[in-house]
């Protein structure tokens, strides 16, 4: 179904190429298939677009870090909207990236609110490789 969702959405005509839902759904597509420089350039479309919209942040943000990019990462997410502040997954992804650039207790206090703010992150807190130097704090 990944390539006949991909072919409708290239059919698409090319102004509505640049609407928030089409360049979330293509961005799904290429992060699915971790093709990140694609995905950084289609989520950074995203966040011109639609600008209070915390998705194209959130996924910018990760692309970056999938790309080693990490400081990168954090800055873009420290400028996005204020609507970041109400997601857990802002809170967490902060908390990976303080942990991978060495700032155990920022990393903390990133994880800790997005536990608070959905206990399910805690789970895959767990396992997550990029928290390995702040496991015993969380």
């Not at 293509?26 to 966040?47: E, F």
């Not at 970041?84 to 990393?107: F, H, V």
Request: proline letters at 7%; glycine letters at 6%.
């Amino acid at each position: 179904m990944n390539r006949e969702s991909i072919v409708e959405l290239n059919a698409i005509e090319k102004p509505a190429q640049e609407r928030p839902e089409v360049l979330q759904l293509r961005l799904h597509h290429l992060m699915r298939g971790k093709k990140w420089p694609s995905a950084l350039r289609v989520s950074r479309k995203l966040c011109r677009v639609a600008p209070h919209c915390t998705a194209g942040y959130l996924h910018a943000g990760f692309c970056l870090h999938e790309l080693g990019k990490t400081l990168q990462a954090k800055q873009l997410l420290l400028k996005g909207p204020v609507g970041l502040l109400r997601e857990p997954i802002y809170y967490y992804n902060m908390g990976c990236y303080d942990a991978l650039l060495g700032n155990p207790k920022s990393a903390q206090v990133h994880l800790l609110t997005s536990f608070k703010m959905d206990p399910s992150f805690r789970d895959i807190a767990k396992k997550d490789p990029d928290l390995e130097a702040v496991r015993e704090l969380i």
